[in-house]
């Protein structure tokens, strides 16, 4: 009885922060799915590291999203699948995932923290699969 007590009492909050996490990033990926630039721009630090093909800088919450925007008139989103999501030793949230667009599939970095019950991206990552 008290192992069983023991192994529930690790497994139930394991199941609990992944569930949380999941819920969390749930919409950031419905950001992406819809190609919304302005709805993503909610879930930006006020800087944001944005690396889009070959070009990398830091931006405003306000000029993240124009390059984000930038880039999905360019490259219309068809369906976002998430591939893995974790935390990092830092305690620091990550997603990564498959974004399908009209001119093909690009692989998707999503770098983020916890602050108040939501997602704060810090840095997007979007390269050619």
């Known amino acids: 009885m008290k192992k069983t007590i023991f192994i529930l009492s690790i497994i139930i909050p394991l199941f609990a922060f992944t569930t949380i996490n999941t819920v969390m990033f749930s919409g950031i990926i419905n950001a992406f799915k819809a190609g919304d630039a302005t709805q993503l721009s909610t ?14 800088d830091v931006y405003s919450k306000t000029e993240a999203e124009g390059v984000i925007n930038k880039f999905f008139s360019a490259n219309k989103p068809t369906a976002f699948s998430k591939e893995h999501e974790g935390t990092s030793p830092s305690g620091a949230n990550y997603c990564i995932g498959i974004l399908k667009t009209a001119k093909g599939p690009f692989r998707v970095f999503i ?12 840095q997007i990552q979007i390269e050619e699969e």
């Open 111 to 122: 770098h983020a923290k916890a602050s108040g019950g939501k997602k704060i991206i810090q």
């Open 43 to 56: 879930y930006f630090d006020s800087k944001v590291e944005i690396s889009v093909l070959d070009k990398e």
